[in-house]
């Protein structure tokens, strides 16, 4: 069990760039989730997966935002346009079903 | 609907008690625990199901009131390690009891434990 990976760990992009995030989930599980937290706040929502199917996907989550997870395996959130307002903590979760989530380090998003 | 927490807050000496609660406007078919330290990314405690069921690898113990809607966490002769930020989370419905799809998580209650 080598956890889930995150890449990269700090991202600092221009406002009306886009940026693209990788998750690597444990390889047994089959739930992949995005989450965005801000400071002081509990973990916000955005989409979920169940092998490569997106299964759904929070109102938060804009037009700007995608996600994908080919093969089933690892997924990419990218962020198109990105606004001062996308700066947070985008956490992967993945788990198995009945079990509980195995979060990520992160990707901390800078938008300046 | 997000859970809401309670208390905000809590400092505690090391080796005293603590219970931090967890309450829901809507039916709860399971809650989620988890702990953040600083810096850090949430790390699961407890998966607690309707009917009962409990699942967690930490000695932590808690409590699920599915007629209150509500769930109890429970820090007994808690140990600085406890510090930390401690978040429950639900499920949006019944389908998907046990976390099968997207939780939504409460505020968090902020625990200080002092030598």
């Known amino acids: 069990d080598t956890g889930v990976s995150q890449n990269p760990r700090h991202k600092i992009t221009k406002r009306g760039q886009n940026v693209t995030f990788r998750c690597d989930p444990i390889?047994?599980?089959?739930?992949l989730y995005w989450y965005r937290q801000t400071l002081g706040q509990g973990p916000e929502f955005l989409t979920y997966f169940q092998n490569e199917a997106q299964l759904e996907k929070s109102r938060l989550l804009s037009d700007r935002f995608s996600a994908e997870r080919p093969k089933g395996s690892f997924s990419t959130l990218e962020i198109q346009r990105t606004e001062q307002g996308d700066s947070a903590m985008y956490l992967c979760?993945?788990?198995?079903?009945?079990?509980?989530?195995?979060f990520g380090s992160g990707t901390r998003l800078t938008v300046v | 609907q997000q859970p809401v927490q309670s208390p905000q807050a809590v400092i505690l000496r090391e080796g005293e008690d603590a219970v931090i609660n967890c309450s829901s406007s809507?039916?709860?078919?399971?809650v989620h625990w988890y702990r953040q330290k600083h810096g850090e990314a949430p790390v699961f405690l407890m998966i607690l199901l309707k009917g009962g069921e409990q699942k967690g690898h930490e000695k932590i113990s808690a409590s699920f009131n599915e007629k209150k809607q509500q769930s109890s966490l429970y820090l007994t002769a808690s140990q600085l390690s406890y510090s930390g930020t401690y978040f429950c989370?639900?499920?949006?419905?019944?389908?998907?009891?046990?976390?099968?799809?997207?939780?939504?998580f409460g505020k968090g209650t902020h625990l200080i434990i002092q030598p």
């Open positions: 989370g639900t499920p949006p419905g019944m389908y998907s009891g046990g976390g099968a799809d997207g939780l939504t």
């Open positions: 979760a993945s788990r198995k079903d009945g079990y509980g989530y195995t």
């Open positions: 390889s047994e599980h089959n739930r």
């Open positions: 809507k039916a709860l078919y399971s």
